[in-house]
């Protein structure tokens, strides 16, 4: 079973940038989807990117653009950098890896980081 912890989140103004990482550990990390969701208050977790063992992506489309996810396999490390941020990017991220065994979807989650984005 992965462990992920995250780190990176904070205050930043509007149009600023943030970087969030998120290390792995506990397992092999080429077994997993990595991606970075985030759950504003209120509101249903939603995907913000996803990244596979190969490199490729997925945003949703609020973030298309403005967010960049990537991983860096040997070091077992996922980020997410993330420009021109705006307050409705004001959410707790969470680094998620998840794999597929047998059909069913396995998921793993971080603590969770606060990014506030405000003026």
């Known amino acids: 079973q992965v462990q992920l912890v995250e780190s990176g989140g904070g205050l930043v103004q509007p149009g600023g940038s943030l970087r969030l990482s998120c290390a792995a550990s506990?397992?092999?990390?080429?077994?997993?989807?990595m991606g970075w969701y985030r759950q504003a208050p209120g509101k249903q977790r939603d995907l913000v990117a996803t990244?596979?063992?190969?490199?490729?992506?997925n945003y949703s489309d609020s973030v298309k653009g403005r967010f960049t996810i990537s991983r860096d396999n040997a070091k077992n490390t996922v980020d997410l950098q993330m420009n021109s941020l705006t307050p409705e990017d004001t959410a707790v991220y969470y680094c998620?890896?998840?794999?597929?065994?047998?059909?069913?979807?396995?998921?793993?989650w971080g603590q969770g980081t606060q990014v506030t984005v405000s003026s």
């Open positions: 998620n890896a998840h794999e597929w065994v047998l059909g069913s979807r396995f998921n793993y």
């Open positions: 506990g397992s092999i990390f080429s077994r997993y989807v």
């Open positions: 990244i596979t063992v190969t490199g490729s992506t």
